[in-house]
């Protein structure tokens, strides 16, 4: 099997991300390119996650045209190709409809960080309501992500990066649990984020990796 490695890796976290209920159905998809050729394993679209087996990844290339795999690329090829195209330092990307990642993309603000291991991904911004799949969705992830590692996409879920698929996933879980935490603290008025000098310390301790 071509790409075996970056397709397995691949089908490894969209079983963890099905697994932690950060994904239901076939929604949700994630993609890698793999360490020495400009492809991208992708998630398949419309194909049910628990019964997928590694060869079913997709194999596309760095402007998502289907190169291999029995069933067509993700329809949303475009944005995860589009962030891989346009930050050398991401290798992974994930989406998923999270359902408080969902809920807090409702409204207008940027989430903010309640607990220290959160403050590595932000800031959150959201991304205004933009048809999936298309290109005018890729293009403004990009620009709303900037250098960053997750947004928020209004009225669709959130989208996240990383350098390796760890490092996309981590950022897909902790947005999560920080969409959560402040919808709840929100809703029993008690929402206080992390101050904002308490994030810049802990992202430097991060990324010297003395972080605890």
């Given at each position: 099997?071509?790409?075996?490695?970056i397709?397995?890796?691949?089908?490894?976290?969209?079983?963890?991300?099905?697994?932690?209920?950060?994904?239901k159905?076939?929604?949700?998809?994630?993609?890698?390119?793999?360490?020495?050729?400009?492809?991208?394993?992708?998630?398949?679209?419309?194909?049910?996650?628990?019964?997928?087996?590694?060869?079913?990844?997709?194999?596309?290339?760095?402007?998502?045209?289907?190169?291999?795999?029995?069933?067509?690329?993700?329809?949303?090829?475009?944005?995860?190709t589009?962030?891989?195209?346009?930050?050398?330092?991401?290798?992974?990307?994930?989406?998923?409809?999270?359902?408080?990642?969902?809920?807090?993309?409702?409204?207008?603000?940027?989430?903010?960080?309640?607990?220290?291991?959160?403050?590595?991904?932000?800031?959150?911004?959201?991304?205004?309501?933009?048809?999936?799949?298309?290109?005018?969705?890729?293009?403004?992830?990009?620009?709303?992500?900037?250098?960053?590692?997750?947004?928020?996409?209004?009225?669709?879920?959130?989208?996240?990066?990383?350098?390796?698929?760890?490092?996309?996933?981590?950022?897909?879980?902790?947005?999560?649990?920080?969409?959560?935490?402040?919808?709840?603290?929100?809703?029993?008025?008690?929402?206080n984020?992390?101050?904002?000098?308490?994030?810049?310390?802990?992202?430097?301790?991060?990324?010297?990796?003395?972080?605890?």
């Open positions: 099997m071509k790409y075996e490695k397709r397995k890796q691949v089908l490894e976290a969209i079983l963890e991300a099905v697994d932690s209920g950060l994904i159905g076939t929604s949700g998809n994630i993609a890698l390119k793999d360490d020495e050729e400009d492809v991208i394993a992708i998630t398949p679209s419309g194909i049910a996650y628990k019964t997928m087996k590694a060869e079913d990844i997709a194999i596309v290339d760095m402007n998502g045209k289907w190169l291999d795999g029995p069933y067509k690329p993700s329809s949303e090829a475009p944005m995860h589009a962030v891989i195209r346009a930050r050398k330092d991401v290798k992974a990307t994930v989406h998923t409809h999270g359902m408080f990642a969902t809920i807090m993309a409702m409204g207008d603000e940027e989430l903010q960080p309640t607990t220290p291991p959160q403050s590595e991904f932000v800031p959150v911004k959201v991304v205004p309501f933009t048809m999936p799949g298309s290109k005018d969705l890729a293009q403004i992830v990009v620009d709303t992500l900037g250098d960053g590692r997750a947004v928020l996409l209004k009225n669709h879920g959130m989208f996240c990066c990383g350098k390796d698929i760890k490092a996309a996933m981590a950022a897909t879980v902790y947005t999560e649990e920080m969409a959560t935490t402040a919808y709840y603290a929100k809703l029993l008025g008690t929402f984020p992390m101050p904002e000098e308490a994030i810049l310390k802990m992202k430097e301790l991060i990324a010297a990796d003395q972080a605890v």
